[in-house]
């Protein structure tokens, strides 16, 4: 059984960082991981994929070039850079381990989802 953490959320202004962590416990040797992202009345939305090696990424079209995902399996450890925030970047943001082989942006396709950790951007 994993157990996820997400920790990092906070309130920032708009063009600010913020850095999310998720730790894992339990076994997650050879999962990929994901990072989903939902705003108040609106479904869970896919932000970015990292399989485990961390050689093969996908993000959304609406992060791409302001987020970086990376992973430290040391530390069973994956993080979220999210620069040049946006008031639209405002959610609850979850990550999850990937159940499926390949990449995949569906939420179906994760499991072991965290709390969530929330991130605020202010205009």
């Known amino acids: 059984q994993v157990q996820l953490v997400e920790t990092g959320g906070g309130l920032v202004q708009a063009g600010g960082s913020l850095r999310l962590s998720c730790a894992a416990s339990g076994r997650t040797f050879g999962y990929s991981m994901g990072w989903f992202r939902q705003a108040p009345g609106k479904e869970r939305e896919f932000v970015v994929y990292?399989?485990?090696?961390?050689?093969?990424?996908d993000y959304a079209d609406s992060v791409k070039g302001r987020f970086t995902v990376s992973r430290d399996n040391a530390k069973n450890t994956v993080y979220l850079q999210m620069n040049s925030l946006k008031p639209e970047d405002t959610a609850v943001y979850y990550c999850a381990v990937g159940i499926t082989r390949g990449v995949s942006r569906r939420p179906a396709d994760f499991s072991s989802w965290g709390q969530g950790t929330q991130v605020t951007v202010s205009s």
């Open positions: 990292i399989s485990w090696s961390g050689s093969t990424t």
